[in-house]
């Protein structure tokens, strides 16, 4: 006998019966139909939402934009994408430009596999277009700023193989062609990773912005202050007076100090001059042809500037110190060195780490947010599934023997059984709880005396007293000394240990 269409036979001989499987399988509906209700979607940071209608006629349905989307987001797809953009950026390497418009057969085949590349890019633009749209909605083609870029460099190749194929005259096609170099820049549309690490960058370039301040501050005052030391004092040498000669064939600053260069008959350091004179000469316009002085405001920031950059700083040390005496000019490069180079340019670093850390985090609370939902659809998948087990146990028939089956225990391997008995044996031993109640009580102490302060502060002063130690030793030191550092260094190996 049958209820509603439904078979339960052994329930269907009484009205009571009927109405208790009425109400059971009424209350069993409703999980049921939650169950098989499509499961809702999850909010994925990498999906476009995608508008009903691209390019104002193909809708999600139209078969030739569902296509389209397939082939965009099957990832071999995105695979063979970014292989192009890497042999053309080999291609690009390889190209050896000649003048006067001539080439060779390696420029020639290049040339030939050129259009391959632009048809491959024209075909991914395309199908992006058709799969997203082009400019007019959200998610459209054009809304992404990588895409704007992947767009113009493709746009850029059309036209420079039309007016290539054309030859037009008086229009030169190689301008439009040197924007082929931005083509590697594609791999940033492609590999996410690198995405992250240019808008990092992007986003550090107002805090960069300030650091550069800094450092046009420090280089400015800096500036001001060899103004007013060095102006003037980097054009002497040494000169023949009579004949105007350079006395050396890469002449040095040189002055009338007492630590100063002097001049003699081969041009070197002397202390009263013989035959050469230090003297200004207009044959000689200073070091590095007159680049590196102080003279005016201009040429000191861009000697400030080198010195900051570390690129021959000393040379130019050297050459105020020939100029002025080695006394104090010192301080004001050392001074320089330490505060613009090793701090305010190190600020750079300090504010790309930050953004590279702010990054890091919105990515792992990304990641967060989606297991989050995956595991808020999965604890309502499993709550659907238990409320169906739930009232399926109501109307589900007793077992003949009316007893639940117990599941049977794992047994315990042979190994298993040996460890256990050899570990009854050595616990029921006397000498092994004599051993382990000692080795427990030593373990305990010293734990306690490592984590004390006393031993803390008794290793820093060893490790202070062994640093001065090490820095006593010198050539020519006395026997006694080496006698003690030998046997303070045997102690201290047994201390180590």
């Known amino acids: 006998m049958t209820l509603n269409g439904d078979p339960f036979p052994a329930y269907s001989d009484g009205g009571g019966s009927n109405d208790q499987l009425q109400a059971a399988v009424q209350a069993n509906q409703d999980p049921t139909k939650k169950r098989q209700q499509p499961r809702k979607p999850l909010r994925q940071s990498n999906?476009?939402?995608?508008?009903?209608?691209?390019?104002?006629?193909?809708?999600?349905?139209?078969?030739?934009?569902?296509?389209?989307?397939?082939?965009?987001?099957?990832?071999?797809?995105?695979?063979?994408?970014?292989?192009?953009?890497?042999c053309n950026c080999i291609a690009l390497a390889v190209y050896q430009p000649y003048p006067a418009q001539d080439s060779d057969t390696k420029n020639t085949i290049l040339e030939q596999i050129e259009y391959l590349f632009i048809v491959v890019f024209t075909v991914e633009c395309v199908l992006k277009v058709i799969a997203l749209g082009f400019l007019l909605h959200t998610g459209a083609y054009l809304r992404n700023a990588w895409n704007i870029l992947d767009f113009i460099i493709v746009v850029i190749g059309l036209v420079s193989t039309v007016l290539s194929r054309m030859n037009i005259q008086g229009f030169d096609v190689k301008a439009l062609r040197a924007f082929r170099v931005l083509r590697p820049l594609r791999l940033v549309s492609g590999v996410p990773s690198l995405q992250v690490v240019l808008n990092a960058i992007l986003r550090a370039m107002?805090?960069?912005?300030?650091?550069?301040?800094?450092?046009?501050?420090?280089?400015?005052?800096?500036?001001?202050?060899?103004?007013?030391?060095?102006?003037?004092?980097?054009?002497?040498?040494?000169?023949?007076?009579?004949?105007?000669?350079?006395?050396?064939?890469?002449?040095?600053?040189?002055?009338?100090?007492?630590?100063?260069?002097?001049?003699?008959?081969?041009?070197?350091?002397?202390?009263?001059?013989?035959?050469?004179q230090c003297q200004s000469n207009t044959s000689w316009m200073g070091p590095n042809n007159g680049i590196t002085n102080f003279d005016n405001f201009g040429l000191a920031m861009l000697t400030v500037f080198q010195c900051v950059s570390l690129e021959g700083w000393t040379d130019v040390m050297y050459w105020v110190n020939d100029a002025v005496g080695r006394e104090?000019?010192?301080?004001?490069?050392?001074?320089?060195?330490?505060?613009?180079?090793?701090?305010?340019?190190?600020?750079?670093?300090?504010?790309?780490?930050?953004?590279?850390?702010k990054e890091r985090e919105k990515a792992r609370a990304r990641g967060l947010f989606q297991k989050f939902r995956e595991k808020q659809q999965l604890e309502e998948d499993v709550k659907g599934y238990m409320d169906w087990i739930t009232q399926a146990e109501d109307i589900e028939p007793v077992n003949d023997d009316g007893e639940d089956e117990q599941p049977n225990g794992e047994e315990l391997d042979e190994e298993g059984e040996e460890k256990q008995e050899i570990t009854a044996r050595l616990c029921g031993?006397?000498?092994?709880?004599?051993?382990?109640?000692?080795?427990?009580?030593?373990?305990?102490?010293?734990?306690?005396?490592?984590?004390?302060?006393?031993?803390?502060?008794?290793?820093?002063?060893?490790?202070?007293?062994?640093?001065?130690?090490?820095?006593?030793?010198?050539?020519?030191?006395?026997?006694?000394?080496?006698?003690?550092?030998?046997?303070?260094?045997?102690?201290?190996?047994?201390?180590?240990?």
């Open 47 to 86: 999906i476009v939402e995608r508008n009903e209608r691209s390019l104002l006629c193909l809708t999600l349905q139209n078969p030739i934009r569902k296509a389209c989307i397939s082939i965009v987001e099957w990832r071999p797809f995105e695979y063979l994408i970014l292989t192009m953009i890497c």
């Open 206 to 276: 107002v805090p960069l912005l300030h650091i550069a301040l800094l450092v046009m501050f420090v280089i400015i005052i800096y500036a001001i202050i060899g103004l007013e030391l060095f102006c003037g004092k980097l054009h002497s040498t040494c000169v023949d007076p009579a004949t105007g000669q350079l006395s050396q064939r890469e002449p040095s600053p040189c002055g009338f100090a007492a630590s100063a260069y002097h001049c003699d008959v081969t041009g070197h350091m002397a202390n009263m001059g013989v035959k050469w």
């Open 328 to 357: 104090w000019p010192w301080i004001y490069f050392v001074t320089l060195v330490i505060l613009g180079s090793f701090f305010v340019l190190n600020l750079v670093l300090g504010v790309l780490s930050g953004e590279f850390s």
């Open 429 to 497: 031993s006397v000498r092994w709880k004599r051993f382990h109640t000692w080795n427990r009580r030593s373990r305990r102490g010293c734990r306690k005396l490592v984590k004390s302060q006393t031993f803390y502060w008794l290793v820093i002063v060893l490790v202070l007293l062994n640093t001065l130690v090490l820095t006593s030793e010198h050539y020519g030191q006395q026997l006694w000394l080496d006698n003690f550092q030998t046997l303070w260094d045997r102690d201290k190996l047994c201390t180590k240990f």
